[in-house]
């Protein structure tokens, strides 16, 4: 499941023979989806197990537990690696994978430690799991999600002139844009998969927007803030890509002799690379902060698990309430915890 650490990513296949590019590591990816679902779910469910230990007053074990989830949530995206690597090939979300077990190890031994205020990080990952899991693991829910999806992209590729049609994808979902290998520039074509749908996004704000104590108005107007910027954000990304890659926008000769012979890329491969692994990645994640700032706008309260994920990630102390002049909005519990430090 995305978290803070993904970014959505579209997948290619070949117009003239379905799948994904890389097939002969697919069987093994896919033999490891029952293990990273299992590890996904027991981690979230062991989260929600610390929080009810938090609500019963039993701090130590409320910390215990969620430390251990976290160690749990860190194995999961280990298990996300191969996926990332050979099927999407995509270095940013490889990399982040990679960080993440070592981050949240960290994160559970800082819990271990004594640092209580992470648990307010530890509901805000429970509930992007909540958000995002039924998603990832019940079919009814992927296949209304990535074909609603589909739908719309299509829409948006109309809107600009080009109407390809969908079909089915490797999947079996109505995924696939339908482009005339014979007609396009690359002779390739794009399908919508889960991570396409910005659920991943829109967990992560759930999560946050849930976590905090605050008025359930402004909770309200910021979740329906960041949904539809997200929303709109993503599928004016699906429709660059979906065009970007059968059209050929980046097959410059100058770039296709770079990637193929530095990045190992094919040759009719390299805009849908440039498009999703290095523009869209890269916007994606100026998008994400841009949607915090403008969350953080309506509900301040954010700041609190935004500074624990600072300090996972420093070691240093932040105070965003002050730095932002926000701090009216503070948590009680985090006044109290400053000044017992």
Request: include cysteine; proline fraction near 4%.
């Amino acid at each position: 499941m995305p978290s803070s650490f993904a970014v959505a990513g579209l997948a290619t296949d070949s117009s003239s023979t379905l799948g994904l590019d890389g097939v002969a590591v697919a069987p093994a990816v896919l033999a490891g989806v029952g293990l990273t679902d299992a590890l996904a779910w027991i981690s979230i469910g062991a989260f929600f197990v610390a929080l009810l230990a938090q609500w019963q007053g039993a701090g130590g074990a409320a910390r215990r537990i969620g430390a251990a989830a976290w160690l749990l949530f860190g194995l999961f995206w280990l298990t996300m690696v191969p996926y990332y690597y050979y099927e999407i090939q995509s270095p940013l979300q490889t990399l982040l994978s990679l960080a993440a077990l070592p981050l949240c190890a960290y994160t559970g031994y800082l819990l271990v430690g004594g640092r209580q205020s992470l648990l307010l990080l530890t509901k805000a990952v429970a509930l992007m799991g909540l958000i995002y899991l039924p998603a990832e693991t019940i079919p009814v829910f992927r296949e209304w999600l990535i074909e609603t999806t589909a739908v719309q992209t299509h829409y948006g590729m109309e809107l600009l002139g080009h109407s390809p049609g969908i079909n089915e994808g490797p999947d079996g979902y109505q995924s696939r844009f339908n482009f005339d290998p014979d007609e396009t520039v690359t002779g390739r074509t794009t399908y919508i998969v889960l991570t396409c749908t910005g659920i991943g996004s829109m967990a992560i704000f759930g999560g946050l927007i849930g976590a905090v104590s605050a008025p359930l108005k402004r909770k309200v107007v910021a979740l329906a803030a960041a949904i539809g910027v997200i929303w709109f954000l993503n599928l004016t990304r699906n429709v660059f890509i979906g065009l970007a890659s059968p059209w050929g926008w980046f097959q410059q000769d100058w770039l296709v002799s770079f990637m193929t012979t530095y990045m190992g890329a094919e040759a009719n491969r390299v805009s849908y690379l440039v498009a999703h692994n290095y523009i869209s990645q890269l916007l994606s994640v100026i998008a994400l902060i841009g949607i915090t700032y403008l969350v953080v706008r309506i509900l301040p309260e954010i700041l609190a698990p935004l500074e624990e994920v600072l300090y996972i990630l420093s070691g240093n102390e932040y105070d965003l309430f002050e730095a932002l002049g926000k701090e009216e909005y503070r948590p009680e519990s985090r006044v109290e915890t400053r000044a017992a430090d």
